[in-house]
T-cell receptor, first 110, second 113 residues
Framework: KAGVTQTPRYLIKTRGQQVTLSCSPISGHRSVSWYQQTPGQGLQFLFEYFSETQRNKGNFPGRFSGRQFSNSRSEMNVSTLELGDSALYLC?????????FGPGTRLTVT | GESVGLHLPTLSVQEGDNSIINCAYSNSASDYFIWYKQESGKGPQFIIDIRSNMDKRQGQRVTVLLNKTVKHLSLQIAATQPGDSAVYFCAENRDGTASKLTFGTGTRLQVTL
């Protein structure tokens, strides 16, 4: 069974731009969660989607948003990028509990 | 505030020895705990989990101990191997699921030959 895939793997953007990251969960998994990982703050929960609905949300500003499609694929969007948004963005999918993480998208904001 | 922290940022262990990685949590309402392993360039990988109604759980070469009295969690790795070198995170949640996890800061395990 294929694992969680994230695209793109690497991305460089300029301050003020927006970015969309994509996550394809493991087949059959309906829950998709997003995390931001930085050296200073560690792994922080962004939001979780289940059956196309946001089920949980972390403490991030409204510039961070997400959505989930009927095939459970998910996207997250960050608008008006700031230097501090540079991070590894991880997606995790789960069926009934255990979360499986993708390799992440490394976003660099210059 | 709510936090999940680790006692040591780096742990160096000789190959073949047992490793113990510790984690303290502050939210007494937490009822589900997970240990993850993250290798360079990869996402976190599930190792083992434990619910608050247990105090010990064993997997293959790994054991997780939970002490709710002092809000302490530990991961024991038996016969540590070079492939165990990675950063280990503990994570906790309050609703018994793996959603909306709060992660600790991580401990780097270095296995020396």
């Amino acid at each position: 069974k294929a694992g969680v895939t994230q695209t793109p793997r690497y991305l460089i953007k300029t301050r003020g731009q927006q970015v969309t990251l994509s996550c394809s969960p493991i087949s059959g998994h309906r829950s998709v969660s997003w995390y931001q990982q930085t050296p200073g703050q560690g792994l922080q929960f962004l939001f979780e989607y289940f059956s196309e609905t946001q089920r949980n949300k972390g403490n991030f500003p409204g510039r961070f948003s997400g959505r989930q499609f009927s095939n459970s694929r998910s996207e997250m969007n960050v608008s008006t990028l700031e230097l501090g948004d540079s991070a590894l963005y991880l997606c995790a999918s789960s069926l009934m509990g255990e979360q499986y993480f993708g390799p992440g998208t490394r976003l660099t904001v210059t | 505030g709510e936090s999940v922290g680790l006692h040591l940022p780096t742990l160096s262990v000789q190959e073949g020895d047992n490793s113990i990685i510790n984690c303290a949590y502050s939210n007494s309402a937490s009822d589900y705990f997970i240990w993850y392993k993250q290798e360079s360039g990869k996402g976190p990988q599930f190792i083992i989990d434990i619910r608050s109604n247990m105090d010990k759980r064993q997997g293959q070469r790994v054991t997780v101990l939970l002490n709710k009295t002092v809000k302490h969690l530990s991961l024991q790795i038996a016969a540590t191997q070079p492939g165990d070198s990675a950063v280990y995170f503990c994570a906790e949640n309050r609703d018994g699921t793996a959603s909306k996890l709060t992660f600790g800061t991580g401990t780097r395990l270095q296995v020396t030959l």
